[in-house]
């Protein structure tokens, strides 16, 4: 962080009088926002400096090529850490949370998901115009052994955990012609690989990139497949179809295109990318036991089921096994369940109360601020009330457990008496300055208790994290 207050005060005169950690969506890299009089940039700290490399170089390329991505203002000597231009705080998948949330997507929502879309083809052909390819990392181009990783991440941490029997021999041969049919036309274009919602900011009305670090050459199928098909984004038929067309349109700026070849191809990006996100679920949920990818199986299988309406003849034996996989009775949700659910929530006041999405018009908000903050101590800030660092010191302390116990029973009471008048929803936020530790922690034990005491539903979000779990 020394050396970011440093380059900070090199490039802008200015000391900074505030620093603050943001959250990063499973990356090592390290986001800080720096703050001194009117001035306001985001530090970063890599911990690769082949990726920092390739963030710097492509930037650079994109915002020659009129692409809004933050601009990179300074960089350290040794490369591992540099400062940005600040795009603010509005990030898509924060604006369009309420859709997410309830399936149902307003027009405004709509409107700024086809306005990120829309710029796809830009990125991917004038951002891949003349771009040196070798900077990328860790590989300059989409390519076989790319593609077997991925199916073979698939295999092994999902379809084999799920207990499903399959010939081995008869899938890799499926699985060597998807691999053939998804190179057969990479051409001269910039593949995002990272292309959703998380990192696309809003500033001025505008979508601005971030994080394309990971990009490099590639067909473009596979970012419109990632952006429309994101499992937990719930998107309906009508606007996936919205999206597309959207793409289309933009396309055709800059290249002619045979609309039934597109949507073909297309169709086994999404195939790709499915297999892909259930072998990332797999080996977090299943491997790592981090039950909110769990949660997240039955979003993607979903999906699935959808795209095998129509099967895939080339690839028959893979698809007899995916038939079978999203017939699996665990992966069926109750067709209708008419328990309470319990909607719990931790959040940082300074982004707002999260909405309720059910139309109940919300419930109960706990301020979480009274209690012993592990945030002001600088070895807390880099873990979470998910981590044990900062269960033991809320737990040593012992202010949490009395504010607890006050929110146990007033919740319960609340919780027996909508089960007996049979209603359906009640939601529970807990607040914090940053929504990284102390919400975080209180909105976890009572999700526990709630799953323990009473037969609930019970969901629960850690908004400022990116976390999803299912009780």
Not at 87 to 111: F, K, P
Not at 381 to 388: E, P, V, W
Request: proline share 3%; hydrophobic share 35%.
């Amino acid at each position: 962080m020394k050396r970011l207050e440093e380059l900070f005060l090199s490039y802008t005169g200015v000391k900074a009088s505030e620093v603050t950690e943001l959250t990063s969506s499973g990356s090592n890299r390290r986001y800080f926002r720096l703050r001194g009089k009117d001035i306001s940039l985001v530090g970063v700290v890599g911990t690769n400096l082949e990726e920092n490399r390739a963030f710097i170089a492509i930037d650079r390329h994109f915002l020659s090529k009129a692409i809004r991505v933050p601009r990179v203002l300074a960089v350290s000597g040794d490369g591992m850490c540099y400062i940005q231009e600040d795009l603010g705080n509005d990030q898509l998948y924060t604006l369009v949370s309420g859709g997410r949330e309830s399936g149902e997507y307003s027009s405004y929502e709509r409107a700024l998901l086809c306005k990120t879309i829309e710029q796809l083809p830009k990125i991917q052909f004038r951002g891949g115009a003349g771009l040196d390819y070798d900077l990328c990392y860790p590989d300059r181009e989409f390519n076989s052994r790319m593609v077997m990783f991925d199916l073979n991440y698939f295999k092994y941490c999902f379809l084999k955990a799920t207990g499903l029997d399959f010939n081995e021999v008869r899938l890799q041969d499926d699985f060597e012609r998807l691999k053939d049919d998804l190179l057969r036309d990479s051409g001269e274009t910039f593949m995002y690989r990272d292309f959703q919602a998380r990192n696309v900011m809003f500033k001025d009305g505008e979508p601005y990139f971030i994080d394309f670090q990971g990009g490099r050459r590639g067909p473009i199928y596979y970012d419109v497949a990632s952006f429309i098909w994101q499992a937990r984004s719930r998107y309906p038929d009508d606007l996936k179809e919205m999206l597309t067309e959207t793409y289309l349109r933009a396309l055709k700026g800059y290249t002619e295109v045979d609309e039934v070849l597109f949507y073909e191809r297309l169709r086994i990006f999404v195939l790709f990318r499915t297999l892909q996100v259930l072998g990332a679920y797999g080996f977090r949920g299943y491997f790592e036991k981090k039950p909110h990818f769990l949660g997240s199986i039955p979003y993607a299988l979903n999906n699935l089921r959808k795209i095998l309406k129509t099967p895939f003849e080339t690839y028959p034996y893979l698809t007899e096994v995916l038939v079978k996989l999203t017939s699996m009775h665990q992966f069926y949700e109750i067709a209708e369940d008419k328990r309470l659910e319990v909607r719990i929530y931790s959040f940082a006041y300074k982004k707002g109360v999260p909405v309720d999405a059910t139309g109940n018009g919300g419930g109960y908000v706990f301020d979480c601020r009274s209690i012993n903050n592990p945030g002001k101590y600088e070895h807390f800030r880099q873990f979470t009330g998910l981590d044990a660092e900062v269960v033991k010191f809320l737990e040593d302390d012992g202010e949490v457990s009395v504010f607890l116990d006050s929110v146990y029973k007033l919740v319960d009471a609340h919780a027996k008496r909508f089960i007996e008048r049979k209603f359906t929803h009640l939601q529970v936020c807990f607040g914090c300055t940053g929504g990284q530790h102390r919400s975080v922690y209180c909105a976890e034990r009572l999700a526990e208790h709630l799953s323990s005491r009473f037969d609930v539903k019970v969901t629960l979000t850690h908004r400022e994290l990116d976390i999803e779990k299912l009780f």
